[in-house]
């Protein structure tokens, strides 16, 4: 529904407010790699195979990785923004962005992959290798079978619930303008004073503590939760963006050209 692309285009715009006319890739350049050349467009093409996990217990200090993913999406924008290569920069930019609106987003602090892994009798998610396998659920009987496909379908099902809440994440942010997602003097010194990946974590240890995902499993949407998504996790998500791109953008300026 084009929620990625939305905080793209926000984050870019305050990354220019940070930075007047910096050297770091046009949203119509990042844009490029969303949608159909992003990572979600992996689970359709090439279903489990080199397909991006963006899930995360954000107090489980050894689920690390997403935490690796975002810091090797950094570590290359560092170094594509040094060679002035504007499209892997535009890459690279577009990939982290997707991980961390994803890793984020309270959906993804689920542990879906326990419980997909479940429904599937115990059978890994790298045992999905067709579309067929991923979209219907084994079972050592046909009521198991149908047991399984509807905790994983039905209402308040495993996908369901997750794509409900992710569509509806979607409906409230694409209207908003989200200027004050822009980050403060005193953001930028917290990001500066800390690993990328540490930053992350407690980013989405203080989302996760809001308890978004679990009220609407229990009430559905509710004005409370869209004020919240208005008021609290969008505009964090977007200063998130923002804050990974301007570091990144430091970092290479720091560093100087590469040799």
């Known amino acids: 529904m084009g929620a990625h692309q939305k905080v793209d285009r926000i984050a870019r715009n305050h990354l220019e407010r940070l930075v007047p006319a910096c050297s770091f890739p046009r949203k119509r350049t990042i844009l490029y790699f969303e949608g159909d050349k992003g990572p979600d467009a992996i689970k359709r093409k090439s279903p489990a195979k080199d397909e991006p996990?963006?899930?995360?217990?954000?107090?489980?200090?050894?689920?690390?990785?997403?935490?690796?993913?975002?810091?090797?999406?950094?570590?290359?924008?560092?170094?594509?923004?040094?060679?002035n290569d504007d499209v892997r920069a535009a890459f690279e930019a577009a990939w982290l962005s997707h991980a961390i609106v994803d890793g984020l987003t309270p959906a993804h602090h689920y542990p879906y992959e326990e419980k997909l892994v479940e429904l599937r009798n115990g059978e890994g998610i790298e045992t999905r290798t067709t579309i067929k396998t991923k979209l219907l659920m084994p079972g050592e009987t046909r009521r198991n079978q149908l047991h399984n496909n509807w905790k994983m379908w039905g209402p308040k099902g495993l996908f369901t619930t997750h794509a409900a809440f992710e569509w509806g994440f979607a409906t409230v942010v694409l209207p908003l303008r989200l200027r004050t997602a822009l980050p403060q003097p005193a953001d930028i010194d917290n990001f500066t004073s800390q690993g990328v990946g540490e930053w992350f974590r407690r980013q989405a240890q203080e989302i996760a503590t809001l308890g978004m995902y679990e009220n609407f499993y229990k009430n559905g949407w509710t004005p409370k939760l869209a004020r919240q998504i208005r008021r609290e996790l969008a505009p964090a998500i977007v200063r998130s963006v923002t804050l990974v791109w301007y570091g990144a953008l430091m970092e290479a300026k720091a560093a100087g050209p590469a040799q």
């Open 53 to 83: 996990w963006h899930y995360i217990q954000p107090f489980d200090n050894e689920d690390v990785g997403l935490i690796k993913i975002i810091e090797g999406h950094y570590g290359l924008l560092v170094d594509a923004l040094r060679r």
